[in-house]
């Protein structure tokens, strides 16, 4: 399941099983090719897809600094376990991946 956040209300899906935040921006091409990868995860993960800029509350979930978009950030039942990258959602991530 992939959301796109509308409000700034990423901690209503916190307590989500798996979940992945992908923190982006408007003007980042990169977020713009990943996004069609994102809705071919599955339905064993949720994902978020925030507007890193719009949306800074949420933001405070991704532990320190955000050097670059799209940002990937894994959590399972609303503990952060690591970033992954991009790529390995392009080559059709696992979750035992993970």
């Not at 989500?16 to 408007?26: H, N």
């Not at 091409?29 to 925030?50: A, E, Q, R």
Request: charged residues 25%; contains cysteine; proline residues 3%.
């Amino acid at each position: 399941m992939v959301i796109e956040l509308d409000k700034d209300n990423l901690a209503d899906y916190m307590s989500e099983e798996t979940l992945l935040v992908v923190a982006s921006a408007s003007w980042c091409g990169s977020c713009t090719k990943l996004k069609p990868h994102l809705y071919k995860l599955g339905d064993d993960i949720t994902v978020v897809i925030l507007d890193a800029e719009k949306h800074l509350r949420s933001m405070k979930f991704l532990p320190g600094k955000t050097a670059f978009y799209p940002r990937l950030g894994y959590y399972e039942k609303g503990y952060y376990i690591g970033d992954i990258q991009q790529l390995d959602v392009i080559n059709g991530l696992k979750l035992g991946e993970i």
